[in-house]
């Protein structure tokens, strides 16, 4: 019997999503919650909020669908994976308690530190008499970050005393992020290259998806604020063998191993983002879901059943799965309304020339018409032998696409071509 699939979420991630499942013969139905123009297209939207548990799992029994998956974060925080379970319905993601490795970067610091894995150095704080405190103690340079979920818009990079004085003022003076800067956290500033490695996980194994590097500046060069992604691509050419094998060992594995012995195994895609600094990973952050746009790079991909793999994590039968990637490279290039990450137009109709992949995020769909309606409106994708041929492929299908104010980074996928190590993530898989 085919299986009737929910999908919670709107942006490129969740079409990508989508996309993947529908090559599956063993799918059915797919409905998107509350999706997008894309998803309209090749799924059934479905206005709910999904920050309800009890109003989505209304939905799931009503509809007969046999397996949810949660494609943000917030849900997670609200606890709805703890919902489905104690009502018997198979969903995939973190509990709530779980999730903390991505709501609460206290919690994820803590973590680490009882796993012995590298991180930056860090200091809680509660108050901006503490920050300050901290700086004219170890001086500059140094990274304030609120504790909760922010919107990717809690953290601060602080090179001059104006970027100390600038967090101080949205934290404390504007409470722009509420209770998420009940506590702050204060880090160490490293240096170094920056990749996210990707991982299915069924509470006690887990398998590496693939790696991804993106972009998350507005501006070229990586300058300007920072958005939610303006592009990636994947793999990484930083990402070798020996590389991902101690990620697993040193990562990956002690910190299932530790979630595990406290009564919470971790169930859902873990997203490491590490920086390498002199070779060694070092843990930035953890997301306890897809990244956004690394998905719409990592899936094209994969060639083996993403529900499958979904499936078998949610009976804690990974052991016996295999990964398999294309050995070609992607690179997906977002196109925003003029104006993000700050103020920016929706209402502008979209021309597509539809032979080319492309993700969906911020459209509507109406009257057969495409539609602006957010601040990351498409996910362009291109692929090829090559890191080179990707971007190539990627940006020349951008030139397909026409709205008022499309805007774009000229620059994805450059910083890739300097990296000299070769990837080999392929061969480890097999």
């Not at 796993?115 to 704080?125: A, E, L, R």
């Not at 979904?310 to 196109?335: F, G, P």
């Not at 498409?378 to 709205?403: P, R, S, T």
């Amino acid at each position: 019997m085919k299986k009737n699939i929910l999908v919670l979420g709107s942006g490129g991630r969740e079409h990508a999503f989508v996309w993947s499942l529908l090559k599956d013969q063993k799918i059915g139905k797919i409905y998107c919650a509350p999706g997008n123009g894309g998803t309209q297209d090749i799924a059934k939207n479905i206005n709910l909020d999904i920050n309800s548990p009890k109003q989505v799992l209304n939905f799931v029994k009503k509809n007969n669908i046999d397996l949810t998956i949660v494609g943000p974060e917030a849900p997670l925080e609200k606890g709805i994976v703890d919902y489905f379970e104690n009502e018997n319905k198979l969903i995939f993601g973190p509990s709530k308690f779980a999730s903390q490795l991505e709501t609460s970067k206290i919690f994820a610091r803590e973590v680490l530190n009882k796993c012995n894995v590298n991180q930056p150095n860090f200091y809680i704080c509660h108050t901006s008499k503490d920050i300050k405190n901290y700086y004219e103690k170890n001086g500059l340079p140094f990274v304030i970050k609120v504790d909760g979920l922010a919107a990717g818009k809690g953290v601060f990079v602080c090179h001059e005393l104006n970027d100390v004085n600038h967090a101080i003022v949205s934290i404390f003076d504007e409470n722009n992020f509420g209770k998420s800067s009940n506590k702050i956290l204060i880090e160490e500033c490293l240096k170094g290259e920056e990749l996210s490695i990707f991982a299915i996980c069924d509470g006690k194994n887990f398998k590496v998806l693939n790696t991804a590097q993106d972009h998350k500046r507005i501006f070229d060069n990586d300058l300007g604020p920072n958005t939610g992604g303006m592009g990636a691509y994947s793999p990484t050419p930083l990402s070798t063998v020996s590389l991902i094998t101690e990620v697993e060992e040193e990562i990956y594995k002690p910190v299932l191993n530790y979630m595990n012995a406290l009564g919470f195994p971790f169930k859902g895609f873990l997203y490491a983002g590490l920086m390498l600094v002199d070779g060694k990973p070092f843990v930035i952050e953890f997301n306890v879901r897809m990244g956004d746009p690394e998905t719409q790079v990592v899936l094209p991909l994969l060639q083996s059943s993403l529900y499958d793999l979904i499936y078998k994590a949610t009976r804690q039968e990974l052991d016996d799965c295999k990964i398999k990637n294309s050995d070609k490279t992607s690179v997906t290039i977002v196109l925003a309304s003029n104006g993000y990450p700050n103020e920016y137009k929706k209402g502008q109709k979209i021309l597509i020339d539809d032979d080319f992949l492309v993700f969906h995020a911020g459209t509507i769909k109406n009257k057969n018409r495409m539609i602006v309606n957010g601040g990351r409106v498409l996910n362009v994708v291109g692929f090829g032998n090559d890191l080179d041929d990707a971007i190539a492929d990627a940006y020349e299908n951008v030139k397909k696409i026409q709205f008022e104010g499309m805007y774009f980074r000229k620059d994805i996928g450059k910083k890739g071509l300097t990296y000299k190590s070769k990837n080999i993530l392929e061969d480890k898989n097999d």
